[in-house]
């Protein structure tokens, strides 16, 4: 615990697992690098807040300068680690020494997936991942203006909230039947189409995009269908990729995701790996996975803190998400794939409150709740309780969640 800790990547697993090395007794060097050149910060806001230009780059920080400064955690920032060798236990950084470490944390995250579409290069087209993102999308917000998003997935539909607050017409084009079809039940989708339609969002499912066009810069999608869409601005938010290539080229074991155990161990004991880059086992869904939520960066930091510390703790944590559209606010307690019955609460037609709860041969295994924080609440104890709760209370709203949690079995 002497030893020199780099951690490549400066986000937000690597955001906690520097300061977890120190409370866990680390005395060694902790050296973050990071290509970006910031110092780590809150991505969500960036489809959210940061877009509207209601949070600047300082409210946004995941923690003072001054607090790694405390903690002794030096920053190589703008460097990016183009090779790792593990047996003379150096990382290479593009352009300058090699630096020898001790051990080894890899928070390399993930990118935004890219599209090979004729057009995708032409100014105006953009995909949203990073500050630089933001910064390149900002100047074509303009009231009136014609905003196309690929993708109605939750960083499409937050980016279309927030388009639209700003005055922008705004269309989003999916490929599947149905908004956000990877990660909800039907009625969740309709009820997100349902509002984003009543907010003036023009929603198109079932459509693929072919190609972007414009003279100097994009002017029109054109779909799939044939049809063509005014564009000024257009975003794709089409999902992403783990940065699992230098885990790969280093020998690293690799799925989809650079393959961790239970305390974030890699397939090197000296290499611990955390957040949206690794493929692990969830222990509550006893399955792989990978995810991509802020919950599953810091929870698995932790684990890969205690691990380099020698105070292993197993990463068992339930999976949790939000996003934030307009005045809703999504709540998303476990995973609901493989569910055999959604049971809905409140009214997916009218309003803006709703929660989708997903069973599997009886048992809670997740919750979408949308300004409805007792179902979130309640719903995380039902799920991590492998509680049978009785479906039919269960679907009447007038039931309260906490006494649904105490009749459960
Ligand atoms: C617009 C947007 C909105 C989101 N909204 C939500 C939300 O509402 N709720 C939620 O839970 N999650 C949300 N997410 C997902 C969440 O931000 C990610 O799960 C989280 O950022 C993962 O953190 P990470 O540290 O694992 O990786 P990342 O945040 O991807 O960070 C990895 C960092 O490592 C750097 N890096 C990669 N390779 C190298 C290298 N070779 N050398 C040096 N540096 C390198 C990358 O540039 C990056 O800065 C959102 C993501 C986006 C993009």
Redesign the pocket.
């Known amino acids: 615990m002497k030893g020199t800790c780099v951690i ?8 906690q697992l520097g300061p977890s090395l120190r409370e866990s007794g680390w005395e060694g060097r902790i050296i973050m ?4 050149p910031h110092l ?1 910060y ?7 807040e940061f877009l509207a230009g209601r949070k600047q780059l300082a409210d946004i920080r995941i923690r003072p300068e001054a607090a790694y400064r405390k903690a002794g955690i030096e920053f190589l920032l703008g ?4 090779a790792i060798d593990r047996e003379r236990k150096r990382v290479r950084i593009e352009g300058e020494d090699d630096l020898p470490y001790d051990v080894l944390a890899l ?6 997936r890219r599209v090979d579409l004729p057009g995708t290069g032409l100014p105006g087209v953009h995909y ?3 500050i630089s993102d933001v910064d390149a999308i900002r100047p074509g917000i303009r009231s009136g203006a014609e905003a196309v998003i690929v993708g109605g997935g ?2 499409g539909l ?1 980016t279309a909230a927030v388009l639209r607050a700003a005055g922008m017409r705004v269309t989003v084009v999916e490929m599947m039947d149905r908004v956000m079809q990877r990660v909800t039940a039907p009625d969740v989708s309709a009820f997100y189409t349902r509002v984003h339609r009543e907010e003036g969002v023009d929603i198109r499912c079932n459509i693929g995009v072919a190609g972007f066009e414009g003279h100097g810069r994009v002017e029109a999608v054109r779909c799939s269908d044939g049809t063509c869409l005014p564009a000024d601005l257009v975003i794709i938010g089409v999902g ?1 990729v783990p ?1 699992t290539e ?1 885990a790969r080229a280093a020998g690293l074991k690799v799925e989809n995701g650079i393959v961790v155990d239970d305390f974030a161990r890699t397939s090197d004991a000296g290499i611990v790996a ?4 690794t493929w692990h086992q969830s222990a509550v869904y006893d399955r792989w996975l990978r ?7 810091v929870d698995q ?1 932790r684990a890969a803190a205690g691990t380099l510390c020698g105070k292993p703790a197993r990463y068992d944590a339930l999976p ?5 559209q307009y005045d809703l606010k999504l709540q998303i307690a476990g995973l609901s794939q493989g569910y055999d019955e959604a049971v809905t609460r409140g009214d997916r037609d009218h309003g803006r409150s709703f929660a989708a709860i997903y069973l599997k041969a009886g048992r809670v295994i997740a919750v979408d709740a949308v300004n409805r924080p007792p179902e979130f609440m309640i719903g995380k104890k039902l799920i991590t309780g492998g509680h049978i709760v009785d479906r039919v209370r269960l679907a009447d709203a007038a039931v309260a969640m906490r006494d649904l949690l105490t009749a459960a079995k």
Do not use: M
């Open positions: 490549v990547g400066a986000s937000h697993a690597a955001a690098i990071g290509d970006e780590p809150h991505r969500p806001p960036l489809s959210k460097r990016r680690v183009t928070t390399i995250g993930s990118r935004a949203l991942r990073n939750y960083i937050e992403i940065n230098l955390a957040g949206d880059c995810l991509e939520s802020v919950q599953n960066a930091a949790w998400f939000w996003s934030d």
